[in-house]
């Protein structure tokens, strides 16, 4: 978003919005497909899963019910006197503060991941790229459809080509205890993100410069 606002991309202020719908309904699928594949670990393949226990007990975890929260304060609120009051003077410090630690983090998993993830490494690089192109096309298609802005598409595309950093591991830890943290949070946080920002990003301005003749 700072870089649109730079180089003077408008983008409708209801996109990054669109984050919390997208990633609740991402973390309660792996949850369930998880549990789906711990069930058939355990021999009982032909045993039928409660789906909505799963959903409900996904819900109340701390990360999304916040998501969950937040929306609903954005809507039945007045968001503007928490963003002059807090986001604008305090959140980012936050947010960094946050981020840095889980840097830290997520470089003391590298080394683990590489001896039980090999896979997971080739996942981080290429699924963000190839989820941001996706929504690239399917933004470029909105775009012709609605006359969606080519900054909405941009945004659209960074957001699906981006991990679950904050909302994800708390989540899994609640959800799926067996889950090696090494994992998730390596092939996400290390490489996952680095790969969205430093790749992604560009990329997709790039892509839209070409498209949309900015």
Known sequence: MVMLDEQAI??????????????????????????????????DAHKSVAVWPIV?????????????????LGLFTHPEVVFEGFYDHIFRGLLSMLM????IEAYTRLNEMRKVAHWYVVYGVAAPLLNGLIAFGLGYVAH?????????????????GSSS??????????????????????????????????????????LAQVVFDL
């Open 100 to 103: 840095l630690i889980m840097g």
């Open 165 to 206: 950093d904050i909302s994800g591991p708390p989540t899994l830890r609640a959800a799926i205890p067996s889950a090696n943290p090494s994992a998730y949070i390596g092939s996400s946080t290390s490489i996952g993100t680095p790969v969205a920002i430093a790749i992604g990003i560009p990329l997709y301005v790039s």
């Open 56 to 72: 409900r007990e996904s819900l109340r975890g701390s990360a999304l019910s916040a998501l969950l929260l937040g929306l609903a």
């Open 144 to 160: 012709v459809l609605t006359g969606f802005s080519p900054g909405g598409v941009i945004l659209l595309a960074v957001m699906a």
């Open 10 to 43: 408008e983008f409708e202020a209801w996109v990054p919005a669109l984050y919390p719908f997208m990633d609740i309904p991402a973390l309660i699928i792996a949850i369930v497909l998880a549990n789906l594949y711990i069930e058939r670990k355990k021999g």
